[in-house]
Nanobody, 117 residues
């Protein structure tokens, strides 16, 4: 059983910053990829940042520059530093972890980020 618990969401003004955290627990392969996705009502969940267990990262083009993903392998925790937030960043943010062959994918419960104008 794998659990992911997110924290750090909340209400912030335009231009502000937030740091999301997501701690994974359970039986997890040391070779895994953790990621962040976001979803707004009526739209599909969008995966926009991933970090592998070796620290390599990948971002959706639209998310480069303001958001930074990082991880702590000892704590099995992934972080998302969000700077210069905009109202359009308002969404529920989900972390995920993927590992194994065939790959298993687990999701956190989501944390709400609201950016006021």
């Amino acid at each position: 059983q794998v659990q992911l618990v997110e924290s750090g969401g909340g209400l912030v003004q335009t231009g502000g910053s937030l740091r999301l955290s997501c701690a994974a627990s359970g039986t997890i392969s040391a070779f895994n990829t953790m990621g962040w996705s976001r979803q707004v009502p009526g739209k599909q969940r969008e995966l926009f940042a991933v970090v592998a267990s070796d620290g390599s990262t990948n971002y959706a083009n639209s998310m480069k520059g303001r958001f930074t993903i990082s991880r702590d392998n000892v704590q099995n925790t992934v972080y998302l530093q969000m700077n210069n937030l905009r109202p359009e960043d308002t969404a529920t943010y989900y972390c995920s972890i993927r590992f194994g062959i065939p790959p298993l994918l687990y999701w956190g419960q989501g944390t709400q980020v609201t950016v006021s104008s």
